[in-house]
């Protein structure tokens, strides 16, 4: 589980995304922004949680946030799963792990009795200046998007 808390500064990092354009952190700077990690594209929990953003995603705009998904997946799997689920929001490519891994949100996992390395899911909110104002280690991928709301009310 990631030891990032609120008040720390967001981890500068730099990608590509499923169009294989960069994407850093300084691209955000002066706008609010939910980075949200998740382990695998076109699983159900994964599917469930990027498409509740997506169904709230002008709601979150109003709000003056960006969005930004990362995984481990390639880009051409990112462009898969946007195109099936029509997501208006880029999704990160982060092969080699570094910034899952940067974010803390790498680690091991027990799922059906078994132990394994993997993705930890979580969404940071960070402000305009990079700083982390909010850190969601239990997201709820059904309602992802109300627990958002409820944090920033």
């Given at each position: 589980m990631t030891t990032l808390v609120?008040?720390?500064?967001?981890?500068?990092?730099?990608?590509?995304d499923q169009d294989g354009a960069p994407i850093k952190l300084g691209?955000?700077?002066?706008?609010?922004?939910i980075?949200?990690?998740?382990?695998?594209?076109n699983t159900p929990g994964c599917t469930a949680a990027a498409c509740n953003l997506r169904d709230h995603f002008?709601?979150?705009?109003?709000?003056g946030f960006e969005l930004?998904?990362?995984?481990?997946?390639?880009?051409?799997?990112?462009?898969?799963?946007?195109?099936?689920?029509?997501?208006p929001f880029p999704l990160l490519a982060d092969e080699d792990k570094s910034i899952i891994k940067a974010f803390k949100?790498?680690?091991?996992?027990?799922?059906?009795?078994?132990?394994?390395d993997?993705?930890?899911?979580?969404?940071?909110?960070?402000?305009?200046?990079?700083?982390?104002?909010?850190v969601f280690t239990k997201v709820k991928t059904k309602t992802h998007a109300e627990q958002i709301f409820e944090a920033i009310a």
């Open positions: 609120a008040g720390d500064k967001a981890p500068k990092f730099s990608g590509i691209d955000y700077k002066g706008k609010k922004l980075l949200f990690f998740y382990p695998k594209d002008k709601e979150l705009s109003k709000a930004l998904g990362v995984s481990p997946d390639s880009p051409k799997k990112h462009q898969n799963f946007i195109k099936k689920f029509d997501f949100c790498w680690g091991l996992k027990k799922f059906m009795g078994k132990e394994f993997g993705v930890y899911r979580t969404t940071f909110l960070i402000d305009e200046k990079g700083v982390i104002e909010h």
